[in-house]
């Protein structure tokens, strides 16, 4: 009897998920509870697992064939019991959890966080057993300095439904929705100022939830202290970002300082790290002039994050900030797997961080070579001979 194929077991698996969504949670449920300790500081990742294969952060199905958060749910719990199998304890869900919900074109979905009330506070409590810290970080069309007011109200639309999810799923004060303050238009004084207008009009579920990021191109570390002063916004420093775009050349510890400090009190700020790429890549295109296939090589973009942080780099500044407390929100673009070779590279590199991180001695005696995916492997074994 011939094997089932792939195109088989994908729709074996959405048949079993649209009959029972959350079935995934049924082995998150026989865990028992964990806590992370008190006194470490969290390192987390965003929406993409990749150290396992299969794992889906929601559900990506088009319209057509009725998608739901319920099935997004389902996929979650999976991602949660990896994240305790890995004992990463923070998490950014991915902002397309809920499709389509506030499609203007599409009422049919309006309703889906109502209908699965009882499920996302069955999930949110799977989390807090798990202690998982978790957030959002809505998508770069979501503007409330735009000088457009249609999308203005499109955006304010979508922080609605992710704050009353993230509130239905009983979580924290500490699950945050980060968003940058948006365009600039030529103008960045006046894109702070409507931004800072728009705030007021915010509901009071989006005003607790939502968190500002400096970012790496219009608006600066010391653009997102203005807009705090004038509404109480918390902010998130952006590690990259700051070294990118810093025009009024503040410096580095005072400004990480001023901005977690902007949390409120008894309430652990986070922050994002990630570093630069710096390898060049070969990129084939077409020739303009001669329509002929050609590669070139192209430089890297300091804007670009690299798939693992520089452990030295890394640490370097993780020493420097050994006086405050504050979650860090890895944005490496191998996603957990980076988080996890970072975990062995303080343990190798920097054991005086361990602890601060919750790190475990074990950790330091995983070869590198464990951590390296197979392809990885063999290119290394044939650069060698």
Not at 42 to 60: E, H, I, P
Not at 101 to 106: A, F, G, L, Y
Not at 228 to 250: M, R, S
Request: one cysteine or more.
């Amino acid at each position: 009897m011939k094997a089932p194929g792939k195109k088989e077991l994908a729709a074996a698996d959405l048949a079993r998920r649209l009959a029972d969504p959350l079935f995934p949670c049924a082995a998150l449920e026989a865990m028992p509870p964990v806590q992370w300790p008190a006194a470490a500081m969290r390192l987390g990742f965003a929406v993409k697992v990749m150290g396992q294969q299969g794992l889906k952060s929601n559900d990506t199905r088009r319209w057509q064939q009725d998608p739901h958060l319920r099935v997004s749910l389902g996929y979650l719990c999976e991602i949660f019991s990896y994240l305790r199998k890995q004992k990463i304890h923070m998490y950014r869900m991915s902002s397309d959890m809920a499709p389509y919900v506030t499609h203007p074109d599409m009422p049919q979905f309006h309703s889906m966080l109502r209908d699965s009330a009882a499920d996302l506070e069955h999930v949110g409590r799977l989390a807090r057993e798990a202690d998982i810290r978790l957030s959002f970080h809505p998508s770069q069309f979501i503007v409330l300095n735009s000088e457009n007011e249609d999308l203005t109200q499109r955006s304010m639309r979508d922080l609605e439904w992710q704050a009353d999810m993230l509130d239905r799923m009983g979580c924290g004060p500490e699950a945050r929705m980060v968003i940058h303050v948006g365009g600039a238009y030529g103008d960045r004084t006046s894109g702070c100022a409507r931004w800072i207008q728009t705030w007021k009009r915010l509901s009071e579920p989006v005003r607790r939830r939502l968190v500002l990021e400096n970012d790496d191109i219009r608006y600066s570390a010391a653009d997102v202290l203005h807009i705090h002063e004038h509404t109480g916004v918390a902010l998130i420093f952006d590690y990259q970002h700051f070294w990118c775009f810093n025009p009024e050349k503040l410096e580095l510890l005072p400004t990480v300082e001023r901005m977690l400090a902007s949390w409120p009190a008894g309430e652990r700020p986070k922050m994002h790290l990630s570093c630069a790429r710096t390898e060049m890549r070969e990129i084939k295109r077409k020739n303009r002039k001669t329509g002929a296939a050609e590669t070139v090589l192209q430089p890297p973009i300091w804007t670009g994050h690299a798939d693992y942080n520089n452990p030295f780099e890394t640490i370097t500044f993780l020493r420097s900030i050994a006086h405050l407390d504050t979650d860090i929100m890895l944005e490496a673009k191998a996603k957990d797997l980076a988080l996890l070779r970072l975990r062995s590279d303080i343990a190798r590199y920097a054991p005086d961080l361990m602890s601060r991180y919750g790190i475990e001695a074990a950790e330091a005696s995983v070869p590198v070579q464990e951590l390296v995916h197979e392809e990885d492997a063999e290119e290394q074994a044939t650069e060698s001979l």
